[in-house]
């Protein structure tokens, strides 16, 4: 199945869980849970393979679910896992979790950016970049997703969407390779 058409099947899922936790006030608890569930499942490949896999019966992964998450997030959280494990859309998590920060981002008029840089930046960088991305882009609240790529040599590279800025020093050298090719 294609990303997109994934997407579609994931946005009702995202958008009814933003609707039930927004009923309640809950949009900052859900948003830390979910960010907990997303982290387990990239770093438990067996737990994502054990409710990705179709032959396990309902019963068993809800038992699981409930043993790893009861006290750890909200009830809300819980029920939609157990929805979805009910409609056999478990395995369409990670794809429900980054539509719903999607919306949560639009709502709250936060943009996500992609930072890939050669060094980590320091905080003081990444505070800097951050107040300029929100001039650049007009929105309220930036988040960084970054990740380190030697290969840049220096400087970095930021993509928004389908926008992207590249301040790196390899981004550069080919730049002027292009350039004096064309001569």
């Known amino acids: 199945m294609s990303s997109q058409s994934l997407s579609k099947i994931a946005l009702p899922y995202a958008e009814a869980l933003l609707e039930s936790v927004q009923a309640v006030n809950l949009v900052e608890e ?30 068993a992964k809800k038992e699981v679910l409930n ?8 009830n809300y ?22 539509k719903y920060f999607e919306l949560v981002y639009k709502l709250e008029s936060t943009i996500m950016a992609e930072i890939s840089t050669a060094v980590m930046l320091t905080e003081l960088q990444q505070n800097a970049l951050i107040e300029k991305l929100k001039i650049i882009t007009q929105s309220k609240n930036v988040k960084l997703a970054i990740q380190v790529n030697p ?33």
Request: cysteine-free; hydrophobic content about 50%.
């Open 30 to 59: 859900t948003n830390k849970d979910l960010s907990l569930i997303s982290t387990a499942l990239l770093k438990s490949i067996d737990l994502k393979s054990f409710l990705d896999n179709p032959l396990i019966v309902t019963i």
């Open 67 to 74: 043993q790893l998450l009861t006290n750890q997030v909200n």
């Open 77 to 98: 959280v819980l029920r939609f896992l157990l929805l979805l494990i009910d409609r056999r859309r478990i395995s369409l998590l990670n794809v429900i979790i980054d």
């Open 151 to 183: 290969d840049l040599i220096a400087g970095f590279i930021v993509q928004i969407g389908s926008k992207i800025i590249d301040t790196s020093l390899s981004g550069k050298l080919k730049q002027m390779a292009s350039y004096l090719n064309s001569i």
